[in-house]
Each structure stands twice: as C-alpha cells, then as structure tokens.
C-alpha cells in the first residue's frame, strides 16, 4: 500500500514540475526576444532549443534556422547567459528539470545529447537540480523580472512612437 501512495505522490511531482518547466520554456521564450530587441523572436527560440540541447521551440523554421547558424547561435547563447545571471540560473534549472523528465519517459538519447551540450557541461556543476517549491519560486522570480522588462521595453518604445 505504501508504495501505491508513493507512486501517487511521484506523479503528482511529475505534474507540477512538467507545468512549472512549461512555466519556465513560456517566461524565456518571452524575455529572450525583449532582451535581444525587436525581430529576434526566432533567434530567441534557436538560442533556447541551443541552451536545452533539444528542439523545443519548432515554430517558423526555428530548427533550420538554428542548423543553418549553429556556431553563432551558441555563441550568442554562450553570451546571454554569461551577462544575465538570473536568466542562467533557470536556464540550467530547467536543464535539469528537463534531463529528469526526459529521464524518466526513457528518452535515454535526448538525456545524453543533454549531458554532452555545451551548457549542461558549463554549468551543471554550479547549478543543482531544486526541489519542486524552490523551482517554482525561481519560475516566478524570472516571470516578474521577464513582466518588468516588457514593461520598460514598452515604456520605452512608446516615447519613440509619439
């Protein structure tokens, strides 16, 4: 019976961190292209499929796109994250988050492209996976600050407009 109830409350787990993980993949998606400037929306994408070693984002040709300027995608990836901490920070928590959702439905290749990518092998050391609350309060620090940087954004190009 105990591990019935400990089979539940795995799943449960899994449920809230999958959506936390979404939470994160939506938040970075938005704040990559505020960050870059406009019409950097597919190279924001790229740069997070490069991050997460994974497609992810497949919209608008994103992975020809990023197949096509690999090198400059990592780069500027590479970049990002070395100038904005907090953006790195859940980026290598949502790596984690990733490599153990893709761990746990067997996708054994995707967790090993995730252990040999250049950013799992550049920061999984300094960032540990989080349990479930910390994550969710990170999530929530990013949105605010990705909230904050659009409204800057618009702020600013609003002034430009008139």
């Not at 901490?85 to 290749?109: C, E, G, S, Y």
């Not at 492209?113 to 920061?123: I, K, Q, R, T, V």
């Amino acid at each position: 019976m105990f591990k019935f109830f400990q089979g539940l409350r795995a799943a449960r787990d899994g449920d809230k961190m999958l959506k936390i993980y979404q939470r994160a993949l939506n938040s970075a998606n938005q704040y990559l292209p505020i960050k870059l400037g406009p019409g950097n929306a597919k190279v924001a994408s790229a740069m997070l499929n490069e991050i997460l070693n994974d497609d992810v984002f497949q919209e608008n040709g994103v992975n020809e796109f990023r197949a096509q300027n690999k090198q400059q995608i990592a780069q500027k990836a590479k970049s990002v994250l070395e100038q904005d901490p907090l953006l790195r920070q859940l980026m290598i928590h949502t790596l984690w988050v990733k490599w153990l959702l893709d761990k746990a439905i067997n996708r054994n290749f995707v967790v090993l492209a995730h252990e040999n990518g250049w950013a799992f092998e550049l920061y999984s050391a300094q960032y540990s996976l989080l349990p479930i609350k910390d994550y969710d309060v990170l999530v929530t620090e990013f949105e605010n600050q990705t909230m904050q940087a659009l409204g800057n954004y618009l702020e600013s190009h609003s002034k430009t407009a008139h």
